[in-house]
């Protein structure tokens, strides 16, 4: 594998907390850092016990980006800030979470820059000696393909659950954290943030976790998904949503999963009353262990499913839920 000198990491925050793809990311830049530094830029205001757990990840440097214009999220001062960075640090790679925040500045920074940017990557190579090879899907997740890249610098998005964050609980070293001032009183915001209206959620985020109960049209109404809901709380995991589903309003579209939703890789997936249609597919089909419960035998989600029950999604949950309260 290809060995950078520098890594530049741009952290993904939520309500102060650092995204688990930001570990993650940290991890990827060790690898391919091979002994040369690694640093983590943050833009929001960060939990001081966040700090705590970023020593145990072998961090150089931590630079802490201070602006008015940065607390809360503006796409052009995001941008430029970036920008910035990557002037001042010139790492040979820039990862960062394919989240939304990912998804939105990191194309716009790559261009901006003129570098390459593989996006979505789900897999480092780490046996070819001279080069960095990333595994990403293509056509919605039907292909994989793997792509080199030989000339730093470059950019990189992670899919998020897709690397191993490696802490170290021995470690407890100190980071060292700079603050960097952003000049940005010469860019003109096209967009502001007037007001945040946040939704209540489960707590467990989506993309994020661990476990998902997804309901679809199957479910037949909003009052349908409370078995659904019962069952993600029993395994600690969240609900999520066929396209179906949110169509018909029986979910919201922030729990949409698939091509044009939430694309998600838990350790299990219950797929309930959901057909399997490709663009679902493009969403979940990377879950580690996928179950399917559905009354027509024929469905395609069971062309993808390790466990499959042909069933009544309203007999077939409220027994799972039973079953898994009792151990
Ligand atoms: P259906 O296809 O209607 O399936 C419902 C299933 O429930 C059936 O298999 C049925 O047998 C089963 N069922 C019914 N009753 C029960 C019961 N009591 N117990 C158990 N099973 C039961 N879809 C997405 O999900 N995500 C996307 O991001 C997405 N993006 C799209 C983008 C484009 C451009 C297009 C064209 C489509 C997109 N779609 C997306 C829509 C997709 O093609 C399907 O229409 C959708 O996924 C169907 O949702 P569903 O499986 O919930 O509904």
Same mark, same amino acid.
């Given at each position: 594998?290809?060995?950078?000198?520098?890594?530049?990491?741009?952290?993904?925050?939520?309500?102060?907390?650092?995204?688990?793809?930001?570990?993650?990311?940290?991890?990827?830049?060790?690898?391919?850092?091979?002994?040369?530094?690694?640093?983590?830029?943050?833009?929001?205001?960060?939990?001081?016990?966040?700090?705590?757990?970023?020593? $145990?990840?072998?961090?150089?440097?931590?630079?802490?980006?201070?602006?008015?214009?940065?607390?809360?999220?503006?796409?052009?001062?995001?941008?430029?800030?970036?920008?910035?960075?990557?002037?001042?640090?010139?790492?040979?790679?820039?990862?960062?979470?394919?989240?939304?925040?990912?998804?939105?500045?990191?194309?716009?920074?790559?261009?901006?820059?003129?570098?390459?940017?593989?996006?979505?990557?789900? +897999?480092?190579?780490?046996?070819?000696?001279?080069?960095?090879?990333?595994?990403?899907?293509?056509?919605?997740?039907?292909?994989?393909? $793997?792509?080199?890249?030989?000339?730093?610098?470059?950019?990189?998005?992670?899919?998020?659950?897709?690397?191993?964050?490696?802490?170290?609980?021995?470690?407890?070293?100190?980071?060292?954290?700079?603050?960097?001032?952003?000049?940005?009183? $010469?860019?003109?915001?096209?967009?502001?943030?007037?007001?945040?209206?946040?939704?209540?959620?489960?707590?467990?985020?989506?993309?994020?976790?661990?476990?998902?109960?997804?309901?679809?049209?199957?479910?037949?109404? +909003?009052?349908?998904?409370?078995?659904?809901?019962?069952?993600?709380?029993?395994? %600690?995991?969240?609900?999520?949503?066929?396209? %179906?589903?949110?169509?018909?309003?029986?979910?919201?579209?922030?729990? $949409?999963?698939?091509?044009?939703?939430?694309?998600?890789?838990?350790?299990?997936?219950?797929?309930?009353?959901?057909? %399997?249609?490709?663009?679902?597919?493009?969403?979940?089909?990377?879950?580690?262990?996928?179950?399917?419960?559905?009354?027509?035998?024929?469905?395609?989600?069971?062309?993808?499913?390790?466990?499959?029950?042909?069933?009544?999604?309203?007999?077939?949950?409220?027994?799972?839920?039973?079953?898994?309260?009792?151990?």
């Amino acid at each position: 594998m290809g060995t950078a000198n520098n890594v530049l990491i741009f952290a993904d925050i939520r309500n102060g907390t650092l995204r688990q793809v930001t570990f993650e990311a940290i991890s990827v830049a060790h690898q391919m850092a091979n002994g040369g530094e690694v640093h983590l830029a943050i833009l929001e205001s960060l939990d001081p016990n966040q700090i705590e757990s970023l020593k $145990q990840l072998k961090l150089d440097r931590m630079w802490h980006v201070d602006h008015p214009l940065l607390k809360t999220f503006n796409l052009d001062a995001y941008v430029e800030t970036w920008v910035h960075l990557i002037d001042l640090l010139n790492p040979d790679v820039i990862l960062t979470g394919h989240t939304a925040l990912g998804r939105d500045v990191s194309p716009r920074v790559a261009a901006r820059k003129r570098i390459g940017l593989l996006s979505d990557c789900i +897999k480092l190579d780490t046996s070819s000696t001279y080069e960095f090879v990333f595994t990403r899907p293509i056509y919605a997740g039907k292909a994989y393909v $793997q792509r080199t890249i030989t000339k730093p610098p470059f950019f990189v998005t992670l899919r998020p659950n897709n690397f191993v964050a490696h802490f170290d609980t021995s470690l407890d070293q100190s980071i060292e954290i700079k603050t960097f001032h952003p000049n940005l009183s $010469q860019i003109s915001l096209r967009t502001v943030v007037t007001d945040v209206v946040r939704k209540v959620t489960s707590g467990v985020d989506l993309s994020e976790a661990n476990v998902i109960v997804a309901g679809g049209r199957g479910v037949k109404s +909003k009052e349908g998904f409370a078995p659904l809901e019962e069952l993600a709380v029993v395994l %600690g995991g969240a609900v999520g949503a066929s396209r %179906g589903a949110c169509d018909a309003g029986y979910a919201d579209y922030a729990l $949409q999963i698939g091509q044009t939703g939430k694309v998600v890789t838990p350790d299990l997936y219950i797929a309930c009353g959901i057909s %399997g249609a490709i663009q679902h597919l493009a969403g979940m089909s990377m879950s580690k262990t996928i179950v399917a419960i559905n009354i027509d035998p024929e469905a395609p989600i069971f062309e993808v499913a390790d466990y499959g029950i042909v069933g009544d999604l309203f007999e077939v949950v409220p027994l799972l839920t039973k079953e898994w309260q009792r151990i």
